[in-house]
């Protein structure tokens, strides 16, 4: 009798190759009678990770960093052994646009939320009533607990309008490319909401659980880490290995998944169905409900939207940036008549990126109000984002290259209650489709860090499902 057990990750981004991998370590170190197969619907592997070579440039399509306190990328670059190409990003000013004009970030501040109150008491960035309106936050009471509410309104409550358009939305809606009034602070940044339920006042509450900065005249080191060789090298690196064991299957993709007495048939657009005992989806949300058609499950991932995004990577000669900016970048408030939302000086920020004597820019477009920017030809785009830092860079000339690239309705928006809309879909899970588990960001964080714990997790619960049917 075959007592082999057959695992199928269905996804082929940095979520599915991580389980892939961990899952594979698994097997050869406790020897375990299993299988691993990946399918992947497209040709490419890694998802929004890809990485252009040209001219000596190294540009990033999709994600170019990651947090260093999120553990796991630091992990996995350690297992892979390339930990000696981790790069860490060169500190600078950063800037915020406000009303056209750049002001610089006010030091003392954790995601734009202050840590100390004279840095910001003296910025440009506010009016007097809105440094007023800020300082508030030591007075108002905590909010009374509620299952959740917008990053926006809780925001707001705290520190008033000002604070929250001029600085906050910018920098904390730009990580997931959202509206701060519908994304949901328990999904986001629940950490604001316990600091505040346990010291009432933010401010106070950063101050006391931020450990203490070394107060030296050294430079302060960068907090993100990227790759020499850019990201994709990891998941050329994932493939190589996985290769080895002939896990992965390209240009396959998942057209249903049928529940058996004994584990689940898939079935594939090339006409294999693949056996299967337990499965980890790393897909977006939106995969499902047509993949499980027959269960109402996940019908509420209908409701989970996408939203769009797009960059323009441009390459210039350092002669033809005539007004250089001492920085690292900078972020556009919706009180500026802009439609790049942000931009990264790239080759100060990343200098292993770029050439000597040459500049690269990467700028962000895609507002929640401005989504349709994203369908316009690499032209437009491209000329819409240098009329825009035409009006804060000095530039002469044209840039030598440019790299647009567009990510349409791939970003998902983690909207008021969806922390718990994704606990009550594992839930039903559990008792419907057992042995079935996702993974990826639509889920519980959108970062390559977030994206990797959530493989490592799937694999622990595949390995414990398949050990309690053993």
Known sequence: MN??????????????????????????????????????????????????????????????????????????????????????????????????????????????????MKPFLFSSLLSLPGKLRTTLDFFIPKSKEKDDQSLGSFFRRRFGNELVENLLEPLLSGIYSGDIDKMSLMATFPNFHELEQTHRSLIKGLRTTMPERKRNTGKKSGQFLAFKNG?????????????????????????????????????????????????????????????????????????????????????????????????????????????????????????????????????????????????????EITNIVLKDLKKTLKIKGEPAFTVVTRWKNVMPQYTVGHAERIAKVRQEMSGQLPGVFLAGSSYEGVGIPDCITQGEQAVENVLAFLQKKA
């Open 3 to 116: 007592n082999t057990r057959n695992i199928v990750i269905v996804g082929g981004g940095i979520t599915g190759l991580s389980a892939a991998y961990y899952l594979q370590k698994e097997i050869k170190q406790k020897n375990l009678p299993y299988t691993v197969k990946l399918v992947e619907a497209g040709d490419h592997l890694g998802g929004k990770i890809q990485t252009v070579k040209k001219d000596g440039f190294t540009i990033e399509r999709g994600p170019d960093s990651f947090l260093e306190r999120k553990k796991s990328a630091g992990k996995l670059a350690e297992e892979l052994g390339m930990t000696d190409q981790l790069v860490r990003n060169g500190t600078g000013q950063a800037y915020i646009l406000v009303r056209n004009k750049l002001h610089k970030m006010p030091k003392g501040s954790y995601m734009g939320v202050p840590t100390q």
């Open 231 to 379: 990201f994709e090298s990891v998941v050329d690196e994932l493939k190589r290995r996985l290769n080895k064991e002939n896990i992965i299957s390209l240009n396959k993709a998942l057209d249903h998944v049928e529940k058996k007495e004994q584990g689940y048939h898939l079935l594939l657009s090339n006409g294999e169905v693949y056996k299967a005992d337990t499965v980890i989806m790393a897909t977006p949300h939106s995969a499902l409900p047509k993949v499980f058609s027959q269960y109402d499950i996940f019908k509420n991932f209908h409701d989970i939207p996408m939203s769009s995004v797009a960059n323009v990577a441009l390459a210039f000669d350092q002669s033809a940036i005539k007004k250089d900016v001492n920085g690292t970048g900078f972020v556009v408030s919706r009180n500026s008549n802009f439609r790049i939302t942000a931009c990264t000086w790239t080759h100060k920020k990343w200098p292993h990126t770029t050439p000597e004597g040459k500049v690269l820019l990467r700028c962000y477009v895609g507002k929640p109000n401005d989504q349709e920017i994203v369908g316009f030809s690499d032209e």
